[in-house]
């Protein structure tokens, strides 16, 4: 069955700390993984896409691995702010002609002043 | 450039009403998406539409239908509505290169 597990589900960080949230897939074919940030009561925003051939995307202060041996993904934020308050949603494609997107269940991150 | 739009933002309805929630992007992408989006969940793929005259079911199509109008707008129907479709609704559009679009989302109650 094709899942997308995030971990933690939930984090508090200090505003100006780094933090790392991860991801393991079991979607196949893979096609691409990607990571958007959903703010309160709007729309998932885009982050990164990865593709196979790519271990790390960056986007600013948020930077993205992929392992696709162990199948793994990591979001790793630096230097947080409080706008980084949001939750973060970890989505693999499979490759089955058409994009089809597993979605995980996200990480809701808090950064505290 | 307004991206994906959807209207309405909030709607209460009542068990058995009906109602069409409007999607329409100007972004001149081929695919679009309908997704509920429900607590401790992932967003889950109600219908989508490959191309302009095209749809097909997703993972939780009971309960609903769509329609594509053209290639800008993608409509979703609650034909007799629940209270198991109490969800936030969201419209997405993608572009070839994968890059997936996302609107405001629909916060729909059922009484």
């Known amino acids: 069955k094709n899942q997308v597990e995030q971990s933690p589900q939930s984090l508090i960080i200090l505003e100006g700390k780094n933090c790392t949230l991860q991801?393991?897939?079991?979607?196949?074919?893979?096609?691409?993984l990607r990571w958007y940030k959903q703010d309160t009561g709007r729309g998932p925003v885009s982050l990164t896409i990865?593709?196979?051939?790519?271990n790390t995307k960056s986007n600013g202060r948020y930077t993205a691995t992929l392992d696709a041996d162990t199948k793994q993904s990591s979001l790793h934020i630096t230097a947080s702010q409080l706008s980084d308050s949001a939750s973060y949603i970890c989505v693999v494609s499979a490759n089955t002609g058409f994009q089809k997107l597993v979605f995980g269940t996200g990480t809701r991150l808090l950064v505290s002043p | 450039n307004a991206g994906v739009t959807q209207t309405p933002k909030f709607q209460v309805l009542k068990t058995g009403q009906s109602m069409t929630l409007q999607c329409a992007q100007d972004?001149?992408?081929?695919?679009m998406y309908w997704y509920r989006q429900d607590p401790g969940m992932g967003l889950r793929l109600i219908y989508y539409?490959?191309?302009?005259?095209?749809?097909d079911k997703g993972e939780v199509p009971n309960g609903y239908n769509v329609s594509r109008l053209n290639k800008r707008e993608f409509s979703l129907r609650l034909e007799s509505a629940a209270p198991s479709q109490t969800s936030v609704y969201f419209c997405a559009s993608i572009w070839d290169s994968g890059e997936q679009y996302f609107g405001p989302g629909t916060r729909l109650t059922v009484t």
């Open positions: 539409s490959a191309s302009e005259g095209t749809t």
């Open positions: 990865m593709t196979f051939s790519e």
């Open positions: 991801c393991n897939y079991t979607v196949s074919p893979f096609s691409n």
């Open positions: 972004m001149n992408h081929n695919s």
